[in-house]
């Protein structure tokens, strides 16, 4: 049987079927993001460098730290980390203060009592001594030796079950010991090799050197006390996400990537690689100035031609992309009118009927609503209902925004506008974003401004849509963002100009702000369209857009209207 191609009809019934499907999993996302249980406490080592410790800033960092704030996104679940002492965070382990540890080294005395992922890291152990120490091959040389050891660590775990006979000296962290053997105290340091300690300034004017590595690799990963294996396991799935992704393995290059080596120089690692660099620069140097020669005439003769040929491209895209959301944006909009409708109704129907099931679960129990429990339903009702009306509206602002995307039909452009009250305007409708985002937002309008020739509330769209991206920008209410307003004689043009001290804009990046759905937050429910508009209504008034934008430091959005001339 030869079945029909399809039809035009169908094939817009499809794509309509599957942009439904997509928004209703954007919307989604939240209420399961939310529908996990408690916050799961995570402790750790407060000076393990890289592994884990507490940065600058005060704030727990590292290789574990990062890992584990992976698992926590991939999973859905939400972590409190913890970082002290290590003594301190086993016995907290141990009396259910936390739920695991981030980081801990396997061995087969330890699985009695806790119960280990899979590790997703390997840990040494060296014996480290003054300068003319005697080395040490086995640990029965450190009988009766003074060995400083890490309080609740795998070393003193070891020496105390082997009865090695050492006097052991218990410190807080390895750097402790480090510097406690370096002022001249007790005999030997036992403590893990870990690179965050030898790049930093703990051995880089000591005395001591490593006198021994009788150990072999130890296996670290999560750990919790017994019986306590589905908390375990939802962190042994999330690692195994991780490492079939290769995020597990972009984090560890990240912080051990580079300090791998064992038992190199890094101060002749140093210099070595001063030399090399030198010589690199030298040669590439020479290839720059070469190349940028050549590219400039290349590019003068291209320019042109690729110009041309992004504005045909371009213009293909609008037209098809034109023709299909106009069919979607009215398809989409008759079932969100609908639910504008409807969903309040419900709300309302529920709050009349609270009262009354409230009654009856008081006086007979609880009983099923919806297939679930009253007394669960009672509280998840009103918010369900209220994310999705929620939802139905970010629908419909989706909507319209395709629709100006897509409209063909010109724009009025013959009211006197003036630009200030178009700024201020739009600093009002945002002024709760503006809040919650910073606090340190500042305005400066220049007096006596000449009007443009446009649409108030197209502009105002644009100004809007730039507040709001500088707000989303900010790393913490700390940045601030600054506007004013000014003109330029010479040129005849008006300008808005928007500065964020946010986290900048990648130099790729730059070239695509006015592509339509083209964005850099997706994952936060963004579209992609908003930048687009704003460039076709400026465009329309005649006007440009400039970004001028740095990584790290900021972004600078420069408005640009053609003033009337009076």
Same mark, same amino acid.
């Given at each position: 049987?030869?079945?029909?191609?399809?039809?035009?009809?169908?094939?817009?019934? #499809?794509?309509?079927?599957?942009? *439904? !499907?997509?928004?209703?999993?954007?919307? @989604? /996302?939240?209420?399961? $993001? &939310?529908?996990?249980?408690?916050?799961?406490?995570?402790?750790?080592?407060?000076?393990?460098?890289?592994?884990?410790?507490?940065?600058?800033?005060?704030?727990?960092?590292?290789?574990?730290?990062?890992?584990?704030?992976?698992?926590?996104?991939?999973?859905?679940?939400?972590?409190?980390?913890?970082?002290?002492?290590?003594?301190?965070?086993?016995?907290?382990?141990?009396?259910?203060?936390?739920?695991?540890?981030?980081?801990?080294?396997?061995?087969?005395?330890?699985?009695?009592?806790?119960?280990?992922?899979?590790?997703?890291?390997?840990?040494?152990?060296?014996?480290?001594?003054?300068?003319?120490?005697?080395?040490?091959?086995?640990?029965?040389?450190?009988?009766?030796?003074?060995?400083?050891?890490?309080?609740?660590?795998?070393?003193?775990?070891?020496?105390?079950?082997? #009865?090695?006979?050492?006097?052991? *000296? !218990?410190?807080?962290?390895?750097?402790? @010991? /480090?510097?406690?053997? $370096? &002022?001249?105290?007790?005999?030997?340091?036992?403590?893990?090799?870990?690179?965050?300690?030898?790049?930093?300034?703990?051995?880089?004017?000591?005395?001591?050197?490593?006198?021994?590595?009788?150990?072999?690799?130890?296996?670290?990963?999560?750990?919790?006390?017994?019986?306590?294996?589905?908390?375990?396991?939802?962190?042994?799935?999330?690692?195994?996400?991780?490492?079939?992704?290769?995020?597990?393995?972009?984090?560890?290059?990240?912080?051990?990537?580079?300090?791998?080596?064992?038992?190199?120089?890094?101060?002749?690692?140093?210099?070595?690689?001063?030399?090399?660099?030198?010589?690199?620069?030298?040669?590439?140097?020479?290839?720059?100035?070469?190349?940028?020669?050549?590219?400039?005439?290349?590019?003068?003769?291209?320019?042109?031609?690729?110009?041309?040929?992004?504005?045909?491209?371009?213009?293909?895209?609008?037209?098809?992309?034109?023709?299909?959301?106009?069919?979607?944006?009215?398809?989409?909009?008759?079932?969100?009118?609908?639910?504008?409708?409807?969903?309040?109704?419900?709300?309302?129907?529920?709050?009349?009927?609270?009262?009354?099931?409230?009654?009856?679960?008081?006086?007979?129990?609880?009983?099923?609503?919806?297939?679930?429990?009253?007394?669960?339903?009672?509280?998840?009702?009103?918010?369900?209902?209220?994310?999705?009306?929620?939802?139905?509206?970010?629908?419909?602002?989706?909507?319209?925004?395709?629709?100006?995307?897509?409209?063909?039909?010109?724009?009025?452009?013959?009211?006197?506008?003036?630009?200030?009250?178009?700024?201020?305007?739009?600093?009002?409708?945002?002024?709760?974003?503006?809040?919650?985002?910073?606090?340190?937002?500042?305005?400066?309008?220049?007096?006596?401004?000449?009007?443009?020739?446009?649409?108030?509330?197209?502009?105002?769209?644009?100004?809007?849509?730039?507040?709001?991206?500088?707000?989303?920008?900010?790393?913490?209410?700390?940045?601030?963002?600054?506007?004013?307003?000014?003109?330029?004689?010479?040129?005849?043009?008006?300008?808005?100009?928007?500065?964020?001290?946010?986290?900048?804009?990648?130099?790729?990046?730059?070239?695509?702000?006015?592509?339509?759905?083209?964005?850099?937050?997706?994952?936060?429910?963004?579209?992609?369209?908003?930048?687009?508009?704003?460039?076709?209504?400026?465009?329309?008034?005649?006007?440009?857009?400039?970004?001028?934008?740095?990584?790290?430091?900021?972004?600078?959005?420069?408005?640009?209207?053609?003033?009337?001339?009076?």
């Amino acid at each position: 049987m030869i079945s029909a191609p399809p039809t035009a009809e169908t094939s817009l019934r #499809n794509t309509l079927l599957l942009a *439904i !499907l997509y928004l209703m999993s954007v919307i @989604a /996302l939240p209420v399961n $993001a &939310s529908a996990h249980g408690d916050t799961i406490r995570i402790g750790g080592d407060h000076n393990y460098p890289p592994y884990e410790f507490i940065n600058e800033d005060g704030e727990p960092d590292g290789y574990n730290t990062e890992l584990t704030l992976a698992i926590a996104e991939v999973m859905g679940i939400k972590v409190n980390i913890e970082l002290g002492g290590w003594d301190e965070m086993r016995r907290r382990l141990e009396t259910g203060e936390i739920d695991a540890l981030q980081g801990m080294v396997f061995s087969k005395a330890r699985a009695k009592d806790y119960d280990f992922s899979p590790a997703h890291a390997v840990v040494h152990q060296s014996v480290f001594a003054r300068k003319g120490s005697p080395t040490i091959s086995e640990l029965s040389e450190l009988r009766g030796k003074d060995v400083i050891v890490q309080n609740g660590g795998i070393m003193h775990d070891y020496l105390l079950q082997n #009865n090695v006979g050492a006097n052991l *000296i !218990l410190v807080d962290t390895h750097a402790d @010991a /480090l510097r406690m053997l $370096a &002022s001249g105290q007790n005999d030997y340091a036992l403590v893990a090799n870990l690179p965050g300690l030898y790049m930093g300034k703990v051995l880089e004017l000591s005395n001591i050197i490593p006198a021994g590595k009788p150990f072999s690799a130890q296996m670290y990963g999560y750990s919790v006390l017994k019986g306590k294996q589905e908390l375990l396991a939802q962190f042994s799935e999330g690692l195994a996400i991780l490492k079939n992704t290769g995020r597990q393995q972009a984090l560890y290059d990240k912080w051990l990537g580079p300090l791998e080596s064992q038992g190199f120089s890094w101060k002749k690692l140093g210099m070595a690689a001063a030399f090399i660099s030198t010589l690199l620069l030298l040669i590439l140097s020479i290839i720059m100035f070469w190349n940028r020669a050549l590219s400039r005439e290349v590019a003068r003769r291209t320019q042109e031609q690729q110009l041309q040929q992004q504005q045909l491209i371009q213009a293909d895209k609008m037209t098809s992309l034109g023709i299909l959301v106009s069919g979607v944006a009215h398809e989409i909009n008759n079932p969100s009118s609908l639910l504008l409708l409807n969903l309040p109704i419900l709300k309302d129907v529920y709050q009349d009927a609270e009262d009354i099931l409230e009654a009856h679960y008081q006086e007979h129990g609880d009983f099923l609503i919806g297939g679930l429990e009253y007394s669960r339903m009672r509280d998840e009702i009103p918010p369900m209902l209220d994310d999705m009306l929620t939802g139905t509206h970010r629908i419909r602002r989706i909507v319209d925004d395709l629709r100006d995307f897509a409209r063909q039909e010109p724009t009025e452009l013959t009211d006197k506008v003036d630009l200030n009250d178009v700024v201020a305007t739009a600093i009002r409708l945002v002024d709760n974003t503006i809040a919650k985002s910073t606090q340190h937002f500042n305005v400066e309008y220049a007096p006596n401004l000449p009007c443009f020739e446009g649409n108030a509330q197209r502009i105002e769209q644009v100004v809007i849509n730039l507040i709001i991206n500088a707000c989303q920008a900010l790393e913490n209410p700390n940045s601030g963002i600054s506007v004013r307003t000014f003109y330029l004689a010479q040129e005849n043009m008006l300008k808005f100009e928007i500065c964020d001290q946010g986290r900048g804009i990648a130099p790729e990046h730059l070239p695509h702000l006015s592509d339509p759905f083209f964005t850099t937050k997706r994952e936060q429910g963004g579209t992609g369209l908003g930048l687009s508009v704003s460039f076709s209504i400026v465009q329309e008034h005649g006007g440009t857009l400039a970004y001028d934008s740095k990584l790290q430091q900021g972004t600078c959005v420069t408005l640009s209207l053609p003033a009337i001339k009076e």
